[in-house]
């Protein structure tokens, strides 16, 4: 519970900063809150209430899911690192990724916004000869990551902003080298609704990505297809863009089942 109490005798308190900790702080609690419960712990008006709501979610701290309730928003997950959630996922995704590489054969990885970079906490290594090594528990930057940059398209503006303030973080294979070309990306990105990486990461490597959203302006993951330059044909992409979206429904479908005990 919220200790309220302690609110009213601090005497360097800012309100509107105390409420919004405070919502952070129910919300970390029941994971959804309506503006009526939230009016409620605070002692304010609804529409007092649905004003902080909309002000947070506008900033990706919390989201509006169905019947209008708020949940925890991206920049929460994002602040927070991966570590959160990792178990979870790959107990319930790992047979996405199984069921993408036995139709595509290729190297599969599943990865998680860390900052304004991407881990790989899970993968399947292609079955070709010549093929893509798992790059599980390595981290980069997002933007030059295919999984990476379809995540970060898909968040709201501020939250992609407020990742960079200081600028790109500088990396050897980088064809994207300022935050204008990076905006220009989020849009080529968001239109198409998948990510290419031609060698950005690393030499000698294509991949294609799509990101797995919990709700509008929350991806929790991405999805990735990995294949050696030399082998790739652009014949092949839309069949490959056709099966990564078909495992981002898959894996949608998995998270939004009751998991054990619920």
Do not use: C
């Not at 054969?105 to 860390?114: F, N, P």
């Not at 390595?138 to 960079?164: C, E, N, T, W």
């Not at 509008?216 to 297809?225: E, F, N």
Request: glycine share 10%; no cysteine; aromatic share 4%.
């Amino acid at each position: 519970m919220i200790q309220k109490d302690l609110r009213k005798t601090d005497p360097y308190r800012i309100d509107a900063v105390d409420r919004a900790l405070v919502l952070l702080s129910l919300l970390s609690e029941r994971s959804q809150l309506s503006v009526t419960d939230a009016a409620r712990e605070l002692g304010v008006a609804p529409s007092t209430a649905h004003r902080l709501l909309t002000t947070m979610a506008g900033r990706g701290y919390v989201r509006q899911g169905e019947h209008r309730l708020y949940h925890p928003g991206p920049a929460l997950f994002v602040a927070g690192g991966v570590e959160r959630s990792v178990p979870r996922l790959t107990a319930r995704l790992h047979h996405v990724l199984e069921s993408l590489h036995a139709e595509v054969g290729e190297t599969i990885h599943l990865q998680m916004l860390a900052g304004a970079d991407a881990q790989f906490v899970d993968g399947i290594e292609g079955s070709q000869g010549l093929r893509v090594g798992l790059r599980s528990g390595q981290r980069m930057p997002a933007y030059v990551m295919a999984g990476g940059k379809a995540m970060l398209a898909a968040l709201p503006d501020a939250v992609i902003a407020s990742l960079h303030t200081g600028g790109l973080r500088p990396w050897d294979f980088a064809r994207i080298t300022t935050l204008q070309e990076l905006w220009a990306e989020i849009g080529e990105i968001r239109e198409r609704g998948y990510a290419v990486n031609r060698g950005e990461s690393e030499v000698g490597v294509v991949a294609l990505g799509v990101a797995v959203l919990m709700g509008p302006g929350d991806p929790i993951a991405s999805i990735t297809v990995a294949i050696p330059s030399p082998r790739f044909e652009e014949s092949r992409a839309p069949m490959l863009i056709g099966q990564l979206r078909k495992a981002r429904d898959l894996a949608v479908r998995a998270l939004q089942e009751p998991g054990p005990g619920q």
